[in-house]
């Protein structure tokens, strides 16, 4: 059986994934909201509306596949008695899940590059890094999964 220090390794390493999908995502809205704030960017109206529909959409529709995915392993963990089995799964269907997240908050950031709006912003910011943080890898959930 391996040992503890081993899974605390492996939990921290989990945690380093998470912290540089977290930090690509704020470096490169940083790096978006420098450029729109020097350029005032304009598009025509009939996209600007239909990039105001996609993201909401996309955002909170993978936000809530995250959450579901996340059940649905949780519910699937109790089927796993090895260790590095279990670990092995809570890795997979974590970095699956927040590339997903990553993915729908950057849509945002691009369309706020693209359109220079300030709503796309909030929705990276208030529905994509919100569901990434409530997401993120916890002991204590391991704990919980694989009793």
């Known amino acids: 059986m391996p040992s503890k220090a081993n899974h605390k390794e492996s939990f921290q390493q989990i945690n380093q994934i998470y912290l540089a999908l977290l930090g690509g995502q704020l470096v490169f809205c940083l790096t978006v909201v420098l450029l729109i704030s020097n350029k005032g960017g304009s598009t025509d109206a009939v996209v600007e509306n239909i990039f105001y529909l996609i993201p909401p959409i996309a955002v909170i529709g993978t936000a809530l596949g995250a959450f579901a ?4 392993y949780r519910k699937e963990a109790r089927g796993f008695i090895d260790r590095d089995r279990q670990f092995d799964h809570y890795r997979t269907g974590f970095v699956f899940r927040m ?3 990553e993915a729908a908050s950057l849509l945002n950031v691009i369309l706020m590059m693209v359109t220079g709006q300030i709503f796309f912003f909030l929705i990276f910011f208030f529905v994509g890094l919100a569901s990434f943080w409530l997401l993120r890898p916890q002991e204590e ?4 999964w694989y009793p």
């Open 69 to 72: 995915m996340r059940n649905h």
């Open 141 to 144: 959930e391991l704990v919980e």
């Open 99 to 101: 590339a997903l997240l």
